[in-house]
């Protein structure tokens, strides 16, 4: 059962644009929402977190929207660059004594081009 | 500091032969995970440990089994391989402080191939 649901599969963006990948969850218990960048032959890598009593962070070009009430939340990539090509994945996890972990979503590929 | 490492990087196995992949972190992280990664389905987590000596079933435990006898090392087995586990599997860890800081450090994966 997919508890976080992860959508476009794939996004092609011309260098410069903002790239928007989009993320939705079922269970209302989740406290944490990550989102882990990967690039080919590598391991995750974790790029950007969030909590629900917060609607946005930006670090950089990276920003997340989060919109509790509607169990959805989003990466918004400014000023994409052909560097930021790389499968993208959301995650949700539920802290607590003894567990921390982590549903990934499905992942995106995004494609930079100049 | 190496962070999370993983042996071997590549293997192919033939179906019932078994295996162990090792996973060791340097960072004294108190919990560790073993994901596998297919296409399409994103990170699955296998089996987990929050500490030495603990292990935990993640979404899908079934054919595989861990041990966590030293708190740097994290091991994963495959008793008898099937083609089904043909997959990468990615080592990680964290320090364990949940709500404080919670991020998981991968390792580079190991790709295995069941024949």
């Known amino acids: 059962q997919q508890q976080v649901k992860q959508s476009p599969q794939s996004l092609i963006v011309q260098k410069g644009g903002i790239s928007i990948i989009n993320c939705a969850y079922e269970?209302?218990?989740?406290?944490?929402f990550p989102w882990y960048q990967q690039f080919p032959g590598k391991g995750p890598a974790l790029l950007i977190a969030?909590?629900?009593?917060?609607s946005e962070k930006k670090e950089g070009r990276f920003t997340i929207s989060f919109n509790k009430s509607a169990k959805q939340f989003s990466l918004h990539i400014m000023d994409s660059q052909p560097g930021d090509s790389a499968t993208y994945f959301c995650?949700?996890?539920?802290?607590?004594?003894?567990?921390?972990?982590?549903?990934f979503g499905t992942g995106t590929r995004l494609q930079v081009f100049p | 500091n190496a962070g999370v490492t993983q042996t071997p990087k590549f293997r192919v196995l033939k179906t019932g032969q078994s295996m162990t992949l090792l996973c060791a972190q340097d960072?004294?992280?108190?919990?560790m995970y073993w994901y596998r990664q297919d296409p399409g389905m994103g990170l699955r987590l296998i089996h987990y440990?929050?500490?030495?000596?603990?292990?935990a079933k993640g979404e899908v435990p079934d054919g595989y089994n861990v041990s966590r006898l030293k708190k740097q090392n994290f091991l994963l087995g495959l008793e008898s391989a099937a083609p089904s586990q043909t997959s990468v599997y990615f080592c990680?860890?964290?320090?364990?402080?949940?709500?404080?800081?919670?991020?998981?450090?991968f390792g580079p994966g190991t790709r295995l191939t069941v024949t």
């Open positions: 995650a949700a996890s539920i802290g607590g004594y003894n567990t921390d972990k982590l549903i």
């Open positions: 440990s929050v500490g030495e000596g603990t292990t």
């Open positions: 990680a860890s964290s320090l364990g402080l949940a709500g404080v800081i919670r991020e998981q450090y």
């Open positions: 960072m004294n992280h108190e919990y």
């Open positions: 269970n209302t218990a989740f406290d944490y």
């Open positions: 969030i909590r629900p009593d917060v």
